[in-house]
Every structure is written in C-alpha cells, then in structure tokens.
C-alpha cells in the first residue's frame, strides 16, 4: 500500500542550525501539507503547497521556515535557525485531488528535537 | 472560521467496555468534510475515515462506528468491546468546501483501555 515517507523519524540539532526535514509523499498526490504538534499537544497546519507553489500557510509559518519541491518526488521543510521551541513531531501528508475533499493521508513524522 | 473541539482529554475504560468520543465542529461552508484519525503510542497518524456534510448515513466498520449529526454539530465516534491495542489519541479533523482543503484538527482525546 503506498505511504508517504519522512526521513529522518528522528533528528537532533543545535539551537541556531538549520535543520531540513524531508518527505516521499504518494506518487498520484498533488496536495502536500507540512503539520507539526508539540509533545502532548494538537496537531497544528504549518504550510499547504500544490502546483509547485505555497496555497496556504498558518502564521506558525514565518520566516524562519521554508518549503521547497526540488525534483517532483521529494517534499522539504526547512527551519533555517532552529529554536527550542520548534521542538515538536512535524507531519507530512498528502492528497489526491478531485472529488471533493480526499483524505490527507500522513507520514510517521519526524521528530525534531533543539537542544 | 472553524473550529473542532473534542471536549475529552483523556478517557479510561476497561477492556470490553463501550467508549464514545464526542467531536464538535463549527462552520458556516454547507459543504465540509469530517475526518477521524488515530495517533498510537508510536506516533503516526493513522486515517480512520472520512464524512462529507452532505451525508449523514452512519457508518459501521468492525467495532468501529461514527454518528454524525448535523443538527447538533457531532461527528462521534464509537468503540464497541475495547480492547487494549484501541488505547491511542483520537482526533476529529474538519476541512471546509473552499480554499485549499485543510484539514483542521481538535485537541485530540487519549483513550486508555486497562486490560
């Protein structure tokens, strides 16, 4: 059954170090979306990218963050200054469009850990 | 606007009970999207099912079922016969009929199925 895929599951970076963090969303997919949830808390929208392009973004996602699609598979999010407090999972999913509102359907995550 | 709640932090029940999680939602679209997903202790998101506003038919899969209800606002979402693999953060997630299809997702409730 295809999945998408977050690599790593897990990363640790020093405050101040960009950190990239990378996504195989499904092949057919054209919606690709970025959440994030800190430890214990809700899983917040941080950017929705579609036509190789930014539609929508939460105000989460200021200028520190960044998301690229750099050769039609992968899907990127990056932090260029890391903070403590963007410890937290962060969430790919994607979904196919068209009849309505599809299911996002959501990688393992990658947790992120600023030290 | 919108606006999930999940009223239920945290449920405990023992195996073979019946446990209900109520979800609440705000919108003024007409056409909305609901949405279940199960967050196990490993992490992942793990999509559980969708409803569309303009149908109100519940759903039964396995011991899993759903009421949706429009005059009220609830998408629930019932357990029959718990069992401990069950334990997990349930979220309720809404998308509305416009824009770019977000879904947006309550605060989650922690059921816990003691053996």
């Known amino acids: 059954e295809p999945e998408v895929t977050q690599t790593p599951s897990h990363q640790v970076t020093q405050m101040g170090q960009e950190v990239i963090l990378r996504c195989v969303p499904i092949?057919?997919?054209?919606?690709f979306y970025w959440y994030r949830q800190i430890l214990g808390q809700k899983v917040e929208f941080l950017v929705s990218?579609?036509?190789?392009?930014?539609?929508?973004k939460s105000e989460i996602f200021d200028d520190q963050f960044s998301v690229e699609r750099p050769d039609g598979s992968n899907f990127t999010l990056k932090i260029r200054s890391t903070k403590l407090e963007d410890s937290a999972m962060y969430f790919c999913?994607?979904?196919?469009?068209?009849?309505?509102?599809?299911?996002?359907?959501f990688g393992q995550g990658t947790r992120l850990t600023v030290v | 606007a919108q606006k999930v709640t999940q009223a239920q932090t945290e449920i405990s029940v023992v195996e073979k009970e019946d446990v209900t999680l109520d979800c609440v939602y705000e919108?003024?679209?007409?056409?909305?999207?609901l949405f279940w997903y199960k967050q196990p202790p490993s992490g992942e998101l793990v999509f559980l099912i969708r409803?569309?506003?303009?149908?109100?038919q519940n759903e039964i899969s396995g011991r899993y079922s759903w009421n949706f209800q429009k005059s009220t606002s609830s998408f629930n979402f019932t357990i029959t016969a718990s069992q401990v693999v069950d334990s997990a953060v349930y979220f309720c997630?809404?998308?509305?009929?416009?824009?770019?299809?977000?879904?947006?997702f309550g605060r989650g409730t922690s059921l816990i199925v003691h053996p």
């Open positions: 997630a809404l998308s509305e009929g416009g824009g770019s299809y977000i879904p947006t």
């Open positions: 919108t003024r679209d007409t056409t909305y999207y």
């Open positions: 999913a994607s979904r196919v469009p068209g009849q309505g509102h599809t299911e996002a359907f």
């Open positions: 409803r569309n506003s303009f149908d109100e």
């Open positions: 092949s057919n997919h054209l919606y």
């Open positions: 990218f579609y036509n190789n392009e930014i539609s929508e």
